[in-house]
């Protein structure tokens, strides 16, 4: 079975300090692995993924993640925080060749950026 | 942009009664997902469907639940009698296809049971 785990509840910068929200997962075979976030009372958005190729991916409004298959993470970054960035983040994995195409989230992380 | 809307954004409803949360896909997508998020919980997949049936569904999926794509736009999720426990945000998500596209997911249904 395919699950993941963002071992922070809450992560706390300041604005204009870098960020890092971790993640991890555990799948059969290669993963599909996806962040999402969600602004309160909003469904989610995506912000990107990795599928195959370099292991830095590069999404939505100044974010990147690093895909680390020996150590099975896939950690979302950003190189400057804006208040703006609050918001709780989810990250997600999907196992094509055993599960289908559905996506399986971790518990999210909350993220508050502060002046 | 396209956007997958879902409708309405909030329904409360009493125990027992059946209950229809509807959603408008992205027009060119190909599969269709519900997933709820019980509140402080995390989201959870309900239900796949692709070329008119169910291409997989959770344990949660039971048989109090049903979809349909009954017009090729819409695409609906039944509860027949629900539950307290089936309280919870109810997302819409679509996909263009294949297994390294994106979901879209729609802005959610609050449901209410009481």
């Known amino acids: 079975a395919q699950s993941v785990a963002q071992p922070e509840d809450q992560v706390n910068v300041a604005e204009g300090n870098p960020l890092t929200v971790k993640c991890t997962y555990s799948v059969s075979g290669n993963p599909y692995l996806f962040w999402y976030v969600q602004y309160p009372n909003r469904g989610l958005q995506f912000l990107l993924k990795?599928?195959?190729?370099?292991?830095l991916v590069k999404g939505s409004y100044g974010f990147e993640a690093e895909f680390n298959k020996s150590q099975t993470s896939f950690h979302l970054k950003k190189p400057s925080a804006l208040v703006s960035d609050s918001a709780l983040y989810f990250c997600?994995?999907?196992?094509?060749?055993?599960?289908?195409?559905?996506?399986?989230f971790g518990t999210g992380t909350q993220l508050k950026v502060e002046l | 942009e396209p956007e997958v809307t879902q409708t309405p954004s909030h329904q409360v409803t009493q125990m027992g009664q059946e209950v229809i949360l509807r959603c408008v896909p992205i027009s060119n997508h190909l599969y269709f997902y519900w997933y709820r998020q019980i509140l402080g919980q995390k989201v959870e997949f309900l239900v796949s469907?692709?070329?008119?049936?169910?291409?997989?569904k959770s344990e949660i999926f039971d048989d109090q639940f049903s979809v349909e794509r009954p017009d090729g736009s819409n695409f609906t999720l039944k509860i027949r009698s629900t539950k307290l426990e089936d309280s919870a945000m109810y997302f819409c998500a679509s996909q263009t296809g294949g297994d390294f596209t994106e979901a879209f997911f729609g802005q959610g249904t609050r449901l209410t049971v009481v």
């Open positions: 997600a994995v999907r196992a094509p060749l055993r599960g289908g195409n559905k996506l399986t």
């Open positions: 990795y599928i195959t190729g370099d292991n």
């Open positions: 469907f692709y070329n008119n049936e169910i291409s997989e």
